[in-house]
């Protein structure tokens, strides 16, 4: 009787004990596994995959597509600076761009000030505006 109230607190002992005896002895214990569970590089490698896709990549492909815009310029586009300043090419130079923006009004500017390139739906809209002075 003794030993059937005994026996079940000795095994549970045991069990919970079992552990501690399957060190090795003298050795340090194990490093725990770090921060994420040891996935801590293949979380970095993750966010930055993340990040070049939805920054770095789209970032370059606007770059490339201004770098076009600016080699097809031409004599007659019509152009509008960063500044706002809207005018038609009279003169392509090296890094620069003649654009007249009046009558006899000449101004130079360089290829980096150019914001966009203006189609012909917006010069019809100067038309029914009355803006157009042809």
Do not use: C, H, W
């Not at 026996?7 to 725990?32: H, K, T, Y």
């Not at 597509?65 to 392509?92: F, H, P, S, W, Y």
């Not at 009558?103 to 914001?115: C, P």
């Not at 010069?123 to 029914?128: L, S």
């Amino acid at each position: 009787m003794f030993l059937s109230k005994v026996l079940p607190s000795i095994s549970a002992a045991v069990l919970i004990a079992l552990p501690v005896f399957a060190q090795e002895q003298g050795g340090e214990p194990a490093p725990s596994p770090g921060l994420f569970g040891g996935n801590f590089m293949f979380i970095m490698i993750a966010m930055f995959v993340i990040i070049y896709f939805l920054m770095i990549r789209p970032e370059q492909r606007k770059q490339k597509e201004r770098q076009k815009m600016l080699a097809a310029l031409k004599k007659g586009d019509k152009i509008l600076t960063i500044g706002g300043i809207v005018g038609v090419i009279t003169n392509v130079k090296d890094s620069t761009y003649m654009m007249k923006t009046g009558e006899g009004t000449l101004l130079e500017v360089t290829k980096s000030a150019v914001s966009s390139v203006l189609t012909n739906d917006t010069a019809q809209g100067d038309k029914a505006l009355g803006n157009d002075k042809k």
